[in-house]
Nanobody
């Protein structure tokens, strides 16, 4: 079992930055691929970033490429999402997710591919 707890959300003006953290507990976090998703009201939950277990490969949605950075610190059992140049359309609840697979060299971007989810953290960007 893996438990995930997100933090770092809040209200920020357009152009500002936030860093989300996802603290994991449970079995073998450092060997699992991770992802960050977001869901805005009335919209589907979408993957904005994903990372392999080693951190060597990452994925970004086109809408956040160049502005968001995903990283992980296995010693701290934590995954981060650094969000810069925030826009009002980035407003959503952000979730981190973990997939129950070890040492996969692939990142995963499908909502249904993940096995564990955090409770979410609200990010609101004002114009």
């Amino acid at each position: 079992q893996v438990q995930l707890v997100e933090s770092g959300g809040g209200l920020v003006q357009a152009g500002g930055s936030l860093r989300l953290s996802c603290a994991a507990s449970g079995r073998a976090f450092s060997r699992k691929p991770m992802g960050w998703f977001r869901q805005a009201p009335g919209k589907e939950r979408e993957c904005v970033a994903a990372i392999t277990w080693s951190g060597s490969n990452t994925y970004y949605a086109d809408s956040v490429k160049g502005r968001f950075t995903i990283s992980r610190d296995s010693a701290k059992n934590t995954v981060y999402l650094q969000m810069n140049s925030l826009k009002p359309e980035d407003t959503a609840v952000y979730y981190c997710a973990a997939k129950e697979i070890f040492y996969s060299g692939t990142y995963y971007t499908g909502r249904d591919e993940y096995d564990y989810w955090g409770q979410g953290t609200q990010v609101t960007v004002s114009s």
